[in-house]
C-alpha cells in the first residue's frame, strides 16, 4: 500500500481484557517497529523485525505484551490482560532494509483502558 | 545509544527561519542523526537524516559539527503548518538490530 496502515484506529478495552493491534507495512519494506506513546512524550520502542525474525523485544513492558510477523509482513501487536497504564497510542513503523534512511510511521491505534 | 536533549518549547514567526537544537553528547561513531516532525494524532514523519557537515532537502537543512556532539535542525521560513512536535534521535544498525530513541521533543508553536 502507500503508506503504513494500522487498524482499530481506536480501541477501547475494559481491564483485564485482550487487545490485538494490526500493522500493514508498506509493501515490501522488511523492517517492521512497534512504538507505544503515553500522552505528552515521545514515542517508546517496544519491539523490532526483520521480516519474519523479531530481532529486539527488549522494549516490551511485560510479558503481556506479544508481537508477531508470521508471514514477513502484516504484524499483530497483543495485550493481554489489559490494565490502565497500557492505555497509549501504539506506532508502527517500516522501512526497507536499511532504517538508517528513516522509516514511515502509521497513524497509530488509541488504545484506553478502563 | 545516545539520549538527546532538545528545548522543550519554542515560538516563532510566520516567515522566520527556526533553528532546534539538539545535544547527543554520547553519539556513537555509527550512530546517525534524524529528525521527525508529529502532529497531533498522527505518527512521527521524516524530516532529515546526516551522518556530519550539513544536509539539505527540500523541507530542512541540518547542521552537524565535526564533533557530532550537537545538531541542529533549520526550518527556513516556517508557516503555521509547521507548527508540531519535532524530536531529535540517534540511531544505528547494531548486532542485527536497529532502535531508535525518541526524546520528549521539542514543540514548536508558530504564530501569525
Known amino acids: 500500500g502507500a503508506g503504513v496502515s494500522q487498524s482499530p484506529r481506536y480501541k477501547v478495552a475494559k481491564r483485564g481484557q485482550d487487545v490485538a493491534l494490526r500493522c500493514d507495512p508498506i509493501?515490501?519494506?522488511?523492517?517492521l517497529f512497534w512504538y507505544q506513546q503515553a500522552l505528552g512524550q515521545g514515542p517508546e520502542f517496544l519491539t523490532y523485525f526483520q521480516n519474519e525474525a523479531q530481532l529486539d523485544k527488549s522494549g516490551l513492558p511485560s510479558d503481556r505484551f506479544f508481537a508477531e510477523r508470521p508471514e514477513g509482513s502484516v504484524s499483530t501487536l497483543k495485550i493481554q490482560r489489559t490494565q490502565q497504564e497500557d492505555s497509549a497510542v501504539y506506532l508502527c513503523a517500516s522501512s526497507r532494509d536499511r532504517p538508517d534512511y528513516g522509516y514511515t510511521f502509521g497513524s497509530g491505534t488509541r488504545l484506553t483502558v478502563v | 545509544l545516545a539520549k538527546t536533549t532538545q528545548p522543550i518549547s519554542m515560538d516563532s514567526y510566520e516567515g522566520q527561519e527556526v533553528n532546534i537544537t539538539c545535544s547527543h553528547n554520547?553519539?556513537?561513531?555509527?550512530?546517525?542523526i534524524t529528525w521527525y516532525q508529529q502532529f497531533p494524532s498522527q505518527g512521527p514523519r521524516f524530516i532529515i537524516q546526516?551522518?556530519?557537515t550539513k544536509v539539505t532537502n527540500e523541507v530542512a537543512s541540518l547542521f552537524i559539527p565535526a564533533d557530532r556532539k550537537s545538531s541542529t535542525l533549520s526550518l527556513p521560513r516556517v508557516s503555521l503548518s509547521d507548527t508540531a512536535v519535532y524530536y531529535c534521535l540517534v540511531g544505528a544498525y547494531r548486532s542485527g538490530t536497529y532502535k531508535y530513541i525518541f526524546g520528549t521533543g521539542t514543540r514548536l508553536k508558530v504564530l501569525a
Open positions: 554520547n553519539i556513537a561513531t555509527n550512530d546517525y
Open positions: 509493501s515490501g519494506h522488511v523492517s
Open positions: 546526516g551522518y556530519k
